[in-house]
């Protein structure tokens, strides 16, 4: 069994993976922006700890694996960021083991930038999870949809690289924080997406940019008698709008593979295929079993890269 430990900026989750199912599943709501606004790793390091004495107390654990921001200057500790391209093997190779007071002995998966372009903590794990998962082959690029949209390239060797933007955030701030807010609806509250609508709204962000196609959100409300699904739906539309850019790049050669939440995979997946580029929906159960899987791929490979067997010990 080993505990996998998957730290957010609001969020920490520790999962115990035994190779075909998650046997436990719990989480605390700090993460490392707790750390950022306290100026300490205290308050994070106190609930990681807690978390695995859960653990321990529910079976006894091979192995204590973490990525994502926990790796942060303002999570549990510091792991520097590998330059792309990475190859799986040399990402297993980097897992760096730090004793973590309390806690005992840590394998972290180090993050990923790409030159002075983008960074990522926590996606590396994702998708080599979900290439194990889906069983991928060749070129294959992965967006993934979160609180930022990141576009990640990846082959049969590993990760070329990474691009990001803002999308969640803007969505969140743009419907809760501006004018806009009467014209929509809460995004996480949106069921099903007007395809009619997102596409209008994407086509208005190609032809007049992001801000002005946001306004517009606005004028469909005042003018159109929108509804405000449809101005939300409109507004997901907009927003990918440079998401598509991304991938008219890349070309119609490369698989793409969406995953997060349904309202922004299904009206992306709809328009990929209205323009001939080859897409696929990550399910739902791949989506959330990807991070803990990728993480003990990488575990197992780098047991055997680094002579590592028997299972590394994690009593403290």
């Known amino acids: 069994m080993i505990a996998f430990l998957d730290g957010g900026t609001t969020q920490t989750r520790l999962r115990i993976w035994d190779g075909q199912v998650v046997r436990l599943d719990t989480a605390v709501p700090i993460g490392a922006r707790t750390g950022a606004i306290e100026g300490s790793g205290q308050a994070l390091q106190e609930a990681v ?3 695995i004495a859960t653990a321990r107390q529910f079976c006894p654990l091979d192995a204590v694996v973490a990525c994502g921001m926990l790796t942060s200057p303002t999570g549990l500790t510091e792991v520097p960021h590998l330059l792309a391209p990475v190859s799986t093997e040399r990402l297993a190779r980097s897992l760096v083991s730090r004793e973590i007071e309390g806690c005992g002995p840590v394998l972290f998966i180090p993050g990923i930038r790409t030159q002075d372009m983008d960074v990522m903590r926590g996606e590396e794990t994702e998708v080599t ?5 889906l069983g991928l082959r060749g070129p294959v690029n992965f967006l993934h949809f ?9 082959d049969d060797g590993g990760i070329q690289g990474s691009l990001t933007n803002l999308n969640g955030e803007l969505l969140s701030a743009m419907t809760g924080e501006t004018i806009l807010k009467s014209s929509t609806q809460d995004p996480s509250a949106l069921l099903d997406v007007d395809f009619s609508w997102w596409r209008q709204g994407l086509e208005a962000a190609r032809q007049h940019g ?5 306004f517009l959100v606005r004028i469909g409300g005042l003018l159109r008698g929108a509804a405000p699904g449809q101005g939300t739906s409109w507004l997901l539309g907009a927003l990918a709008e440079g998401n598509w850019r991304w991938i008219e790049q890349a070309g119609p050669e490369r698989l793409t593979v969406l995953y997060g939440r349904s309202t922004v995979t299904r009206p992306f997946a709809a328009y990929l295929a209205e323009r001939g580029f080859p897409v696929q929906i990550a399910s739902e159960t791949d989506s959330a079993l990807a991070a803990v899987a990728g993480a003990a ?14 299972s590394m010990p994690v009593q403290p």
Do not use: C, V
């Open 49 to 51: 700890r807690e978390l």
């Open 129 to 133: 999870g979900l290439r194990q998962r």
């Open 146 to 154: 979160g609180s930022h949209d990141k576009l990640i390239q990846t």
């Open 210 to 214: 992001l801000s002005r196609a946001a």
């Open 297 to 310: 791929h990488l575990y197992d490979l780098w047991r055997d890269l680094a002579g590592h067997r028997p």
